[in-house]
């Protein structure tokens, strides 16, 4: 019977061989893997369905598993480490290729086969490892560029800014210009009018609102030391600047962005009147304090955006680089996985060919084949009390 199997397994090898050289290379491995089934303890069988999954191309790892094997079943067997060398240079790990070529050469110095092989890997390794450095430095230069880029766009954003706030403040200026042109007689504390409900719209809505809105106090068309009365009357008419103003914290912060403004264009104003200037130029104090309050309030709500601007590109970045290092994990937990499927897919179908080989049979037999069995109390563990009266006479 084994010298049957043994003629059978030889005849799958030869069929395998002419498979593989007309190129069909799944119906080869399918033949030398009958091979196997009836002969696993061949090294050959092993070694030439190696070359057949290599040649497949798309099977690298079974090629190498089935080499190691080789040279576990045979390792004073050159080929063996041929097989191994191949596969894992077709894995594109050069050093360990040029390394089983040489633990073959050991056994067979001269040969060729080896040698060349071993210098082959040797050159595809100097190869890779030179494109590998060319991918590192392109990659690190397109990664220089759009760090670059985006420093230069963060340079630009507060110019942007900076040119917006010099428009309007030069917009400002006109219209002081334009105003001092008619004399105006100044007057103290004149009753406030508001005007029509379309005059306040018109008002809140003028060019550069935006900015020109940032003091709750000209909003609200109050003066700095008005009363919470003032404040809840004017409340009436105008509601937007109420909440701020009406906070304590907030209040002093405007009252003392507005009081600095004020200082610094009548200390200017001082300067210039000791240098010789007549006071008639200097022009409205009350206009050039507006002006100072409006370019104070601009100033302050132009550095809130850009630092909001800022603080929005640094969570960008951080969620880049998250989802980065996500996508990462992510595909290393895919490798990994894929490897584990695979090798649980290899060790079943190996598990499945051993129980056709050698499996159990279900084991058959006639009804007299079988003994009824009688509880046996003492089994478990009920007493027998009546036993001692046996003994009596």
């Known amino acids: 019977m084994a010298e049957e199997w043994a003629e059978q397994a030889e005849a799958f090898k030869v069929e395998g061989n002419k498979l593989l050289a007309d190129k069909q290379f799944a119906d ?18 092993y070694s030439n369905r190696s070359a057949a999954y290599l040649a497949m191309g798309d099977a690298r790892g079974k090629a190498l598993k089935d ?7 045979k390792p004073d067997w050159w080929k063996g480490y041929s097989r191994k060398g191949a596969a894992e240079h077709a894995l594109l790990r050069f050093d360990a290729a040029r390394a089983t070529y040489n633990e073959g050469l050991k056994l067979d110095p001269d040969n060729t086969s080896l040698l060349q092989a071993s210098e082959e890997a040797y050159a595809a390794g100097q190869e890779h490892s030179k494109q590998l450095k060319e991918q590192a430095k392109e990659q690190e230069r397109v990664r220089k560029e759009a760090e670059e880029r985006r420093e230069q766009e963060k340079k630009n954003e507060p110019n942007d800014e ?5 428009e309007f403040m030069s917009e400002v200026q006109e219209l002081e210009e334009n105003a001092n042109c008619i004399k ?31 003091n709750p106090f000209g909003v609200l068309m109050l003066d700095i030391d008005a009363t919470e009365e003032d404040m809840k009357q004017h409340y009436r008419k105008v509601k937007k600047a109420y909440n701020l103003i009406t906070q304590e914290d907030r209040r002093k912060m405007f009252i003392r962005t507005i009081e600095n403004a004020t200082q610094e264009v009548e200390k200017e104003r001082r300067q210039k009147l000791k240098k010789g200037v007549n006071e008639s130029e200097l022009g409205d104090l009350k206009e050039a304090v507006d002006k100072a309050v409006m370019r104070a309030f601009a100033e302050i709500e132009n550095r809130r955006q850009n630092i909001e601007k800022r603080e929005a590109a640094q ?3 951080e969620a880049e680089q998250e989802e980065k290092e996500q996508a990462k994990v992510a595909n290393m937990f895919k490798r990994e996985r894929s490897w584990a499927e695979t090798d649980r897919r290899e060790q079943r179908v190996g598990n499945w060919r051993s129980f056709q080989k050698g499996g159990k049979r279900r084991k ?5 084949g079988w003994k009824e069995e009688t509880r046996d109390e003492k089994k478990f563990g009920e007493a027998d009390n009546d036993g001692y009266k046996r003994g009596w006479k």
Request: with cysteine.
């Open 162 to 166: 900076d040119a917006l706030l010099a």
């Open 184 to 214: 105006k007689e100044e007057k103290e504390k004149p009753p406030v009018d508001f005007g029509t409900s379309d005059k306040q719209i018109e008002r809140l809505l003028q060019p550069h609102f935006k900015w020109i809105n940032l």
């Open 67 to 73: 080499a190691e094997k080789c040279i576990e079943l």
């Open 364 to 368: 058959e037999m006639d009804a007299h």
């Open 28 to 45: 080869a491995v399918e033949m030398y893997t009958r091979a196997i089934e009836l002969d696993p303890e061949n090294a050959v069988y």
């Open 315 to 317: 969570r960008r970045r």
